[in-house]
């Protein structure tokens, strides 16, 4: 009889042994995977709620930037009554849950809040902070309100996991005076000057710039443009020269002065490194740099050579617009200056934006198809003249005239004359002239003596007549500083006796604004220089186009400034701004004091002697565009202001702010069409608009900027959402 083998029982134990470790293995492996599943799962919610509560921070921002490009006003509790539709319209689409949607978070566990808009405060955006290096408003005054977006937003898993994110942010929005810039466009800018020209002040371009010299063009603040910068013409037979010089943003002793400056055209600019820090770049610079040079890109030289004094879209530039106004759309920026519409389908923000409707005094020249010029009517409502227009016959013109008195604003004799004509080579025609005497309006401001002739006169019920002096000083009704002159068909034009000379009677094909004898302008505030409550300064706007006569706004004697100081101001100096379809500069040459006698041999081929002559507004005007072939230049900015005269050697000195905001409709004759020699040109950005003193219904640009964004704990969340100065209210 044989034993059991006593190796077999080991081996069955060893069996047992394995198979329960394996199974305990087994066991913790599915235990761990299914902890780590878990895990994972609950990440993978995490992240979707996460995505979620930012998808609802973005639209939410977009949906109200939209919202306030297109209203000039809002009140700081308007989203409580009026709340965005993120939440409402926009959730659903945004995190769709259908079969093939591997999607955890459903719409009703999508939540929003705004806060009340803060109260408007004006700050100083720093140049000399770090932060703002790259903001585009660095070293400008704005005017800043900020809100606040809420988010919440839960993933629930079809196994009942659940995670919810909560995310802030906040928006400020910053509304800057449109002559804040030395320069601003929204058609394409042309730089190409045959001598040198410095520009104080930023510039600025919503769309592409191009730029090029025969000497030294130098920019001795930040340039930026929302599209591309193209070192070279669009037009034929411009400079092709590149010593474009911009300051390299920095300041280290604070005295405003940038301490160096650096030429884009690198061959000549040692100081211009590649990207990479290794050697010098072989090439200039513009938007173009990648494709002359593989690695390095605008963006990467910009940002270490200029330090955000030069950017373009690359950088983040985006258009700057009015409020009201289209991104882009220079027919609607025409608007700005044109009368009122009084048509149902009127849009109320561009009518909120228009010259025309901030007007106190509106000055109406009729039309007469070539006949003799009606007399011009004056109205303290936009309204009352649009009734007056309405009428379909001067003899029910007259008639309404005649029934409503009370509604007409009398003017002192001879302030208005429109029976003056010039030549315009560039236009290729006689121009009749709406001759605003600037003098006489100061006088009738200033009002000095109660009941004197040279007063505005209004409606006396007593007497019938014109007897009242105008209360300039209303509440409504008053004097505001801004006079819109609406010339009805500035196309056509009048037959009329001119008083110039012996020029006699003349017909003409169009018809124009012309200022003359403001060496001084009128500024009610110069009647109580501490009443805060007057209006500082004029503003005069056109639909058509405008001719300044001898000097503006410039009572004090023409010094010898330098184009490094010519931005402050001289004593008696007031804010100014002309708007038109197109701006004109006649010298002092033109004018003898009291009278435009450079009409009488405008249309001399040999050209007028221009003299030296100081203009000091803003303008805000258009121009005609180069070509699309290039074959016909727009003049560029060096010839924006539109000259008539011989100025060969002689000094046009401007201070304020050249804003180009669309094409001209009316002066559309081409640049290469106009008979002039340029000027000496003694530019400079008026300080006093970048210390905030700006003329009489200065138009607004409205940006906006992302800050303080964060991810918030649930008891932050809380806090944040309890906080009854923030007044957040659930959209």
Not at 498 to 508: A, C, Y
Request: aromatic residues 8%; charged residues 15%; neutral net charge.
């Amino acid at each position: 009889m044989h034993s059991a083998h006593p190796t077999r029982g080991s081996a069955l134990l060893t069996v047992i042994l394995l198979a329960t470790f394996l199974s305990i293995m087994a066991a913790a492996l599915l235990r761990y995977a299914g902890t780590e599943f878990r895990l994972n799962q609950r990440n993978q919610l995490r992240f979707e709620a996460k995505n979620a509560a930012e998808a609802q921070l973005e639209y939410g921002a977009s949906e109200l930037m939209a919202r306030l490009q297109r209203n000039v006003n809002f009140s700081t509790g308007e989203l409580r009554g009026a709340p965005l539709t993120v939440q409402n319209t926009r959730k659903a689409t945004l995190f769709a849950q259908a079969a093939t949607d591997y999607n955890n978070v459903a719409s009703a566990d999508l939540l929003f809040w705004a806060s009340q808009y803060t109260e408007s405060t004006r700050r100083y955006v720093d140049p000399n902070d770090p932060g703002n290096a790259y903001d585009p408003l660095r070293g400008q005054n704005v005017r800043s309100q900020t809100l606040r977006l809420l988010a919440s937003a839960a993933a629930t898993s079809s196994g009942g996991l659940t995670e919810r994110q909560h995310a802030t942010q906040s928006i400020e929005i910053r509304d800057v005076f449109l002559f804040n810039y030395a320069i601003f466009y929204n058609i394409p800018m042309e730089f190409h000057p045959g001598p040198n020209m410095t520009i104080n002040g930023p510039v600025h371009s919503n769309v592409s710039s191009y730029l090029s010299t025969d000497a030294t063009l130098t920019f001795a603040n930040n340039l930026t443009i929302a599209g591309t910068l193209t070192a070279g013409a669009i037009a034929a037979n411009r400079p092709t020269g590149r010593n474009i010089r911009i300051a390299n943003g920095l300041d280290v002793n604070n005295d405003g002065v940038p301490d160096a400056f650096v030429s884009i055209n690198s061959p000549t600019s040692a100081t211009i490194r590649n990207a990479n820090g290794v050697g010098n770049l072989s090439t200039y610079v513009d938007s173009q740099l990648s494709a002359r040079s593989a690695a390095n890109t605008f963006a990467q030289i910009a940002s270490q050579t200029w330090r955000g004094n030069l950017q373009d879209s690359s950088m983040g530039i985006i258009p700057q617009d009015l409020p009201g106004i289209q991104t882009g759309n220079v027919t609607q920026a025409h608007t700005l200056i044109e009368p009122p519409d009084v048509s149902f389908t009127a849009d109320a923000n561009i009518e909120g934006q228009k010259y025309s409707n901030k007007a106190g005094l509106y000055i109406f020249q009729g039309a007469n198809s070539g006949g003799a010029p009606p007399t011009a009517v004056a109205f303290m409502t936009p309204a009352d003249s649009a009734t007056y227009k309405a009428q379909a016959t001067a003899a029910a013109r007259t008639a309404w005239v005649a029934a409503n008195p009370t509604k007409i604003v009398q003017l002192p004799n001879g302030l208005v004359n429109p029976n003056r004509r010039l030549y315009d080579f560039r236009e290729s025609s006689w121009v009749s002239t709406v001759d605003i005497d600037v003098g006489q309006m100061r006088t009738a401001v200033l009002a000095a003596t109660a009941g004197a002739a040279t007063n505005f006169k209004t409606w006396d019920t007593t007497t019938s007549s014109f007897a009242n002096d105008w209360n300039l000083d209303a509440a409504t009704g008053g004097w505001n500083g801004r006079v819109y002159v609406e010339v009805e068909r500035p196309t056509l034009g009048f037959t009329a006796t001119s008083d110039v000379g012996s020029m006699g009677s003349g017909t003409t094909a169009r018809t124009a604004v012309r200022l003359i004898n403001g060496t001084q302008v009128p500024n009610r505030r110069d009647a109580d220089p501490s009443n805060a409550l007057l209006a500082d300064g004029l503003t005069v706007a056109t639909n058509a186009a405008a001719y300044v006569c001898g000097d503006y706004n410039s009572p004090g004697v023409q010094g010898s400034d330098t184009t490094t100081n010519i931005g402050i101001a001289k004593t008696g100096e007031a804010p100014a701004a002309i708007a038109a379809d197109a701006i004109n500069i006649l010298s002092r040459a033109w004018w003898n004091g009291t009278s435009p006698v450079g009409d009488s041999t405008s249309n001399n081929t040999s050209r007028p002697a221009a003299t030296n002559t100081e203009v000091v507004a803003a303008f805000l005007t258009g121009n005609v565009a180069t070509n699309s072939g290039g074959s016909s230049y727009s003049g560029g900015v060096e010839n924006f202001p539109r000259l008539l005269e011989n100025w060969n050697g002689i000094r046009f000195r401007y201070r304020g702010s050249m804003v180009a905001l669309f094409n001209s409709t009316v002066a559309t004759g081409p640049w290469s069409s106009a008979r002039y020699s340029p000027p000496t040109r003694e530019w400079g950005f008026s300080q006093m608009f970048q210390q905030g003193r700006q003329p009489p219904g200065t138009p607004v640009l409205r940006t906006f900027r992302r800050v303080t964004y964060a991810d918030l704990t649930s008891a932050q969340f809380n806090a944040l959402l309890n906080n009854t100065t923030l007044g957040f209210t659930s959209m």
